[in-house]
């Protein structure tokens, strides 16, 4: 008999779905069976069971990111589809389309107070864009249909529900009578441009300014040689957000990579001084690092019209794809011929890398994690997938990791959940098995569930055409962001008890599976470490012990980030000594080197 749950599985494939993370229970068991059924006759959709619901909503999130394609995952009822509500979140903030099926108890279970029977249309209300049970077989085409267009216009997650009972039900064709709905696949393109108006709108203010400066978000990928064309029609200079490092070369001089916090010095120097603000596909949230009202003359493109004007008073908002929008906007823009603007933040960016290189040759107890990711940036092959957690390790990665082109790279933006790091890294490797990927990850995520995910590589990597998966760990016993957080944000010391970390050998717990452990507990054994890592044709666990009382310096010091440290300082912090020592240490070398650039000195073009 040909089920509901049949019928969803090869409508999955007819939405091009390749790949489903999923963990079983009884509340989606049929749906299991079906996708059993299609694994054994050799049907284009793979199962992958990762350990845990919220790492399969993670693992959807994180292919929706690399691959610009719809995520899907699967859990059973209450339990499972309440874990993975942390994930879709992720997905929901971040923009990525999703779509999750969850299983329910029989429809005569509904509203009894069941067990595992509970409210989930209710309660997945607020993160999906669409939400629904299937009730009959003909309602089923709809439903799924609906999920992936919304998830796929609205960039957002969706979810599916289907009673158990209703999963084992005869599928039926839809037919022509009142209230059945016969649907299609297929979605609208997203490519979408404003009226011409618009964009001459665009060439006019672009066009009028002196000091263009471009902010682009994850939300211009696919447009890396639209808008580098634009700047260099500008003159502009070049921002990223922390999502959007992969859309701009590393190597592009006038890109000055983050803004605000785990930002640069020349990034905020743009925003302070330039007249035109061109924001591309990108909801940065920190807008106290961008120009004054009325400063700037702004501009912002965005696929998501709520995104629009709510981060800076621009004069266009422009609901449009940031490709074809730029592609219909260059013919219209007039070549900027003074580079000065532009030539003054290539410079700064040089001044600003030694700046960074000098604080992290600042010695640490045992090893300055500024120096790891140094290092690491080296040596990255061509199209590197790079990912990174919550916490002190996106201030490593944000400041010293520089993707070039070809590479990719992501992060948990705007939830910033702890853990995502060892699940977007596994999806990135099923998604592209052939490329190596580096997990960069600290010690309190990867004991949360990010060890957990040794036991799924372990068990697909075989399935891997390059087995060549690097998992770095900042080893520091410490929940160190929140640590500075404390100190920084509300004026409290470090309290032990939230933050200290039970420690964990970390090498020798991969290599209880096989996998290459490297301890690094001397800055002098980083480089012979990474490269052994590089060499490797397999998985390598790097467990790096750094100092946690390194500083995740601002680009900026503001007198309120000053003077809760000190507060903090002041009411008893218990690594007081050593984050003084380690702060002054690292604002002396970032002095000494600005003093340097400014004199030119150790530049090539001294001067007498």
């Known amino acids: 008999m040909y089920t509901v749950s049949d019928f969803v599985v090869d409508r999955l494939i007819a939405w091009g779905v390749q790949r489903i993370y999923g963990y079983p229970g009884d509340g989606i068991g049929a749906f299991d069976g079906a996708l059993g059924r299609a694994d054994r006759a050799e049907k284009p959709l793979t199962y992958i069971r990762p350990t845990h619901e919220e790492l399969c909503a993670l693992m959807a999130t994180a292919h929706a990111k690399f691959t610009g394609t719809v995520g899907v995952c699967a859990a059973t009822s209450s339990p499972g589809a309440f874990h993975m509500i942390n994930g879709l979140y992720d997905a929901k903030m971040d923009n990525q389309p999703v779509v999750a099926i969850v299983g329910q108890q029989g429809l005569a279970a509904l509203g009894t107070d069941n067990q595992q029977e509970s409210n989930l249309e209710r309660t997945f209300a607020d993160v999906a864009a669409f939400v629904q049970t299937i009730v009959t077989p003909m309602q089923a085409q709809v439903v799924i249909d609906k999920a992936f267009r919304v998830a796929m216009t609205?960039?957002?997650?969706?979810?599916?529900?289907?009673?158990?009972?209703?999963?084992?039900m005869k599928m039926e064709e839809p037919t022509k009578e009142m209230w059945v709905a016969r649907s299609s696949v297929g979605a609208p393109s997203t490519a979408l441009t404003p009226p011409e108006s618009e964009i001459r709108k665009m060439a006019e203010i672009l066009n009028s300014g002196k000091k263009v400066a471009m902010l682009v978000g994850h939300g211009a990928n696919?447009?890396?040689?639209?808008?580098?064309?634009?700047?260099?029609?500008?003159?502009?200079?070049?921002?990223?957000?922390?999502?959007?490092?992969?859309?701009?070369?590393?190597?592009?001089?006038?890109h000055t990579q983050q803004l605000g916090l785990l930002g640069s010095l020349p990034s905020l120097n743009m925003m302070q001084a330039c007249d035109t603000l061109l924001m591309l596909g990108s909801n940065y949230p920190y807008s106290q690092f961008l120009p004054a009202t009325g400063q700037a003359r702004g501009i912002q493109v965005d696929l998501r019209p709520s995104h629009l004007g709510i981060r800076y008073p621009m004069e266009l908002n422009v609901w449009g794809d940031v490709k074809s929008t730029l592609q219909a906007l260059l013919p219209h823009l007039v070549q900027q011929e003074d580079r000065s603007w532009q030539q003054t933040i290539s410079d700064g960016m040089k001044d600003w890398d030694k700046v960074l290189e000098a604080v992290a040759d600042v010695t640490a107890d045992p090893i300055n994690p500024r120096k790891v990711f140094i290092e690491l940036n080296k040596r990255l092959p061509d199209h590197a997938v790079v990912t990174c957690d919550a916490?002190?390790?996106?201030?490593?990665?944000?400041?010293?990791?520089?993707?070039?082109?070809?590479?990719?790279?992501?992060?948990?933006?705007?939830?910033?959940?702890?853990?995502?790091?060892?699940p977007y890294a596994v999806a990135a490797k099923f998604a592209f098995p052939e490329r190596c990927v580096v997990c960069t990850i600290g010690d309190g995520a990867f004991q949360m569930l990010g060890m957990n995910e040794l036991i799924t590589i372990k068990k697909y990597m075989e399935q891997w055409t390059n087995k060549q998966f690097i998992i770095l760990i900042?080893?520091?016993?410490?929940?160190?962001?929140?640590?500075?957080?404390?100190?920084?944000?509300?004026?409290?010391?470090?309290?032990?008890?939230?933050?200290?970390?039970?420690?964990?050998?970390?090498?020798?717990?991969?290599?209880?599976?096989?996998?290459?452990?490297?301890?690094?507990?001397?800055?002098?054994?980083?480089?012979?470490?990474?490269?052994k890592a590089f060499a490797h044709q397999g998985v390598t666990l790097l467990d790096v012990y750094v100092d946690k009382n390194v500083p995740p310096l601002p680009s900026h010091i503001t007198a309120e980030f000053a003077f809760h440290t000190a507060a903090a300082l002041i009411k008893g912090d218990p690594n007081e000594v050593a984050v003084v020592s380690e702060s002054a240490k690292a604002l002396v070398a970032e002095s000494v080197q600005k003093v340097k650039n400014a004199l030119h000195i150790g530049t090539g073009d001294d001067e007498d």
Do not use: C
């Open 222 to 254: 696919g447009a890396t040689d639209e808008l580098l064309a634009v700047a260099e029609k500008t003159g502009a200079g070049v921002v990223t957000a922390l999502r959007g490092k992969q859309v701009v070369p590393g190597d592009v001089p006038y």
């Open 154 to 168: 609205q960039l957002q997650p969706t979810v599916i529900i289907i009673p158990h009972d209703v999963q084992s």
């Open 474 to 531: 900042m080893h520091n016993d410490d929940l160190t962001q929140v640590s500075w957080e404390m100190r920084t944000e509300d004026g409290n010391p470090r309290w032990t008890g939230s933050q200290e970390l039970q420690t964990l050998d970390y090498a020798a717990y991969a290599q209880m599976f096989g996998f290459q452990g490297i301890k690094v507990t001397n800055p002098k054994e980083i480089g012979a470490a990474l490269d």
């Open 391 to 422: 916490g002190t390790t996106a201030d490593w990665y944000g400041h010293h990791i520089r993707l070039q082109r070809g590479m990719l790279g992501d992060l948990s933006g705007l939830l910033a959940t702890m853990v995502a790091a060892m």
